[in-house]
């Protein structure tokens, strides 16, 4: 029952993700940059993965950066700039 009950929610949530995804391409006031609905694809993926088990969860792991010797960074700044 519990699966259903998370399965009920996540297709409300997307139900009204969709209609707010529709309205934000509709009435974006950007016209030169407008929105499409690949600039939601994080967003679907967050909602899909709702109450599921951590093990199950889709996971992005950063891709480390190659070895200098092959190819990468000498260095990397990790260090922000100073605020004006």
Do not use: C
């Amino acid at each position: 029952m519990e699966e259903e009950v998370r399965r009920k929610f996540v297709a409300e949530v997307w139900h009204r993700f969709e209609a707010l995804q529709n309205w934000a391409i509709a009435n974006w006031p950007d016209s030169e940059h407008p929105l499409s609905t690949s600039d939601f694809v994080e967003g679907r993926k967050e909602i899909l993965g709702l109450g599921l088990p951590p093990a199950q969860k889709l996971k992005q792991d950063p891709q480390a950066a190659p070895e200098p010797e092959d190819g990468g960074p000498q260095y990397l700044d990790v260090t922000p700039a100073p605020w004006p």
